[in-house]
């Protein structure tokens, strides 16, 4: 802040985020602290490199004004960032009813005997602000179900948590129908014994009574015993 009695400058010091091939701007607020009309005027030692904006006007009593200052487009950076440019802030208490327009140089003219103060400005270069670093999106898988709100106020699951509820309920089902199937093949191993088991004892007849006939078993009935064996085995590997 300036000690001038007559305009209050924030700040006294112009700081610029530097970046090359780029404008950079900053402002300084004025606040007239006297009951008088106050007119001020802008220099800098470097004028080709910076526009200020306004760069002359009036304060009124007890309000502010805000002037911008706008460093052009640098194509190379200075060694150490280290800036010599000044700016001279000149404030001189004017008539009443000063406008912009009818500032003069003569206003500013400390022999003339009018009340003029000075105040220098320093300028310094200052690292640009970082981007704000980048928020990753949630990944859609490991997720939890989003849901959705309708008209009448119920929560809808969205088709995601149906996916997955039906996924859940399928295996419940497809248990039923294994041990459907397993009951059945059992039923009908359990009928294919029982057959084999009823054959065998008419082939023990009949190979009794054969033996007793002609002292050997019939070709026929050997055929019929190895085809019911290889039956019972390939609806027991089945089960």
Do not use: H, W
């Not at 802030?89 to 003029?116: C, H, Y």
């Not at 084999?196 to 009574?209: A, D, F, T, V």
């Not at 054969?210 to 070709?219: D, E, V, W």
């Amino acid at each position: 802040m300036s000690n001038s009695e007559l305009l209050r400058i924030e700040p006294v010091e112009l700081q610029f985020p530097f970046e090359l091939k780029k404008q950079i701007s900053c402002s300084m607020q004025l606040t007239n602290r006297t009951d008088s009309y106050v007119a001020f005027k802008v220099k800098t030692t470097n004028p080709k490199k910076y526009c200020v904006r306004p760069n002359t006007g009036v304060v009124l009593p007890r309000s502010t004004c805000d002037v911008i200052v706008t460093m052009q487009a640098q194509k190379e950076a200075p060694e150490d960032m280290q800036c010599k440019d000044k700016f001279l802030l000149q404030a001189a208490v004017v008539s009443p009813g000063t406008t912009t327009k009818d500032i003069t140089p003569e206003m500013f003219n400390k022999e003339s005997g009018n009340r003029v103060e000075e105040s220098k400005l320093r300028v310094a270069y200052v690292p640009p602000p970082r981007p704000p670093s980048p928020v990753r999106e949630g990944s859609e898988e490991g997720s939890s179900p989003r849901a959705s709100v309708s008209d009448n106020g119920t929560i809808n699951q969205t088709s995601e948590y149906t996916t997955l509820s039906r996924a859940y309920v399928e295996p419940k089902e497809n248990t039923t129908e294994v041990k459907a199937l397993i009951s059945k093949l059992t039923d009908e191993k359990n009928s294919v014994i029982q057959q084999n088991n009823k054959l065998q004892q008419e082939l023990e007849l009949l190979r009794r009574g054969s033996s007793r006939n002609r002292g050997g078993i019939p070709f026929l009935y050997v055929i019929i015993i190895g085809l019911l064996g290889i039956l019972l085995g390939y609806l027991l590997k089945k089960t």
